[in-house]
């Protein structure tokens, strides 16, 4: 890892340098580390380990092991009795691991993306990358490793070779955008838009943008900041240091109370071809280009806005940003097709609120023979959370979806409101708040016919990717 040395992380974190006799060897100090781990299973020799303290699980019970196995220093909060290697002692082994990833990135000097926003993130994150990915070779984010341990931990993996980060920030509270937000210091900052999500913690829309927005206190300079101009919240923000952002959306209206002109990208004359994805013109500063998005739900088409966004910030041509955005894929748990032999099941489940709901209804929709919403609990909605599980319920059978199979605790409001609504034709099965999700499982596989389209849709901890794998595997 370029620049990591022993010596240098233990300036960087303030840390007291202890372990075995020899630990203060100039020679043992200056070595540099291979890469940094938080998880012992995954350390190679010549690796860094940093000992985190979580709920279930202490680093610091890990430490003779991962020196038996070749670690060449671990950060820790406490110095262990009989340390076999260098031991860099900090306050916090979480802070720590924080201001490892901001020097690793100086050093690295490439530019970053970085994306927020209350829905779509993934999705825009992939397509950005699969955009940038025509000019430079990309780095981006992983799975969900969009959190303060997760965003350093994808900084740790960037290779010399990789030109540009894209990485995305998540999070549930206020504050917590700052702390990514200062590790990424990104140059061009992208928020998809300020949705109904994290309520319990953020409380209102407004209290969601100001934490989002947090990550303006920690641009680069003359970064350029990409918005949804859209967005009823996003549209009204008029400039970030002297700078005006760059707007893009569906369209050439704009909000009420938009603080812009006009959207600088936009698309136009959109063919929804279903499950086959979408066709728009796009229209840049360059000229129109009409493309081909090949993931289903119209959504998509603001996650391509924004790609196209960055890609013309990072000077890529109109025809690479095209080819870009054609070249797009999901990934496991994002409106994901599964295609079984006698239904389709869009995997969907890698996490919930009500807006990413609601599309993916809207995607359901598209399903050519008999349509099935399997759904689940949404988290972190605050005091409106039954409002808001049955608000989707509504949406499920003003849509007219042929079945409704639910469970969890808020899922019953989903069900109710499906059984309350006027002149409903939703078939409806609820399978309680703890719901036996295998048991579930093998009631789906009874009931399916042949041309069936299948959503599987809730927040992670409703484990639903486990009902994916029982109708898929």
């Known amino acids: 890892m370029k620049g990591m040395t022993i010596a240098r992380m233990a300036q960087v974190c303030e840390a007291r340098i202890g372990g075995k006799n020899d630990a203060a060897n100039p020679t043992l100090l200056e070595t540099e580390a291979t890469g940094i781990v938080t998880d012992s299973r995954k350390l190679k020799p010549g690796d860094v380990f940093v000992a985190l303290v ?13 020196f038996e196995n070749g670690a060449c220093a671990v950060i820790c909060e406490r110095e262990p009795e009989q340390a076999q290697g260098i031991c860099l002692i900090v306050k916090s082994a979480q802070k720590a691991l924080a201001q490892l990833a901001t020097l690793y990135l100086d050093e690295l000097g490439i530019p970053v993306v970085g994306i927020t926003g209350s829905v779509g993130k993934t999705s825009t994150k992939e397509m950005i990358a699969s955009v940038l990915a025509q000019k430079y070779r990309v780095h981006k984010t992983a799975g969900n490793f969009n959190n303060e341990i997760g965003l350093p931990l994808t900084v740790f993996d960037l290779k010399d070779e990789h030109e540009i980060a894209v990485l995305e920030m998540g999070i549930s509270d206020f504050g917590e955008m700052s702390r990514l937000a200062a590790i990424a210091r990104p140059d061009v900052s992208v928020i998809t838009n300020i949705g109904i999500c994290h309520l319990e913690n953020l409380g209102t829309r407004d209290g969601i943008l100001k ?11 003359d970064a350029t900041v990409v918005l949804n101009g859209d967005d009823d919240k996003l549209c009204t923000v008029q400039s970030v240091d002297g700078k005006k952002p760059v707007f893009y959306g569906i369209g050439e209206m704009k909000p009420t109370g938009a603080s812009y ?28 280009y009409r493309v081909h998005v090949s993931i289903p739900g119209e959504h998509n088409i603001y996650n391509a806005m924004a790609a196209a966004a960055v890609g013309l910030a990072l000077s890529l041509t109109p025809e ?41 209804i809207d995607v359901l929709l598209q399903g050519e023979q008999r349509t099935i919403a399997v759904l689940g609990d949404m988290g972190e909605l605050g005091a409106d959370e039954k409002q808001l599980h049955y608000e989707v319920g509504q949406y499920v059978a003003e849509k007219g979806i042929d079945c409704l199979f639910a469970a969890g605790a808020l899922a019953q409001e989903m069900v109710r409101a499906v059984e309350e609504y006027p002149e409903n034709h939703t078939y ?42 029982q109708l898929t595997e």
């Open 54 to 66: 979580g709920e279930r699980v202490d680093g610091h019970n890990y430490i003779a092991q991962v």
């Open 211 to 221: 934490a989002k927005t947090e990550v303006f206190e920690y641009i680069k300079k």
């Open 320 to 360: 690479q940003i095209c080819a870009g955005i054609e070249q797009a894929r999901t990934i496991g748990g994002r409106t994901n097709l599964i295609e079984k032999e006698d239904y389709l099941v869009i995997d969907d489940c890698y996490n919930a609120n009500p807006v990413s709901m609601k599309a993916a």
């Open 261 to 288: 002109d006009a959207k600088a990208i936009y698309a136009s004359d959109v063919d929804n071809r279903g499950l086959r994805g979408i066709d728009f013109s796009l229209h840049l500063p360059q000229g129109v």
């Open 428 to 469: 409806c099965e609820y399978f309680g708040a703890n719901a036996d999700l295998k048991e579930m499982s093998e009631r789906l596989r009874e009931f399916l016919k042949p041309g069936d389209t299948i959503l599987v849709k809730a927040s992670h901890f409703m484990n639903y990717p486990e009902i994916v794998k």
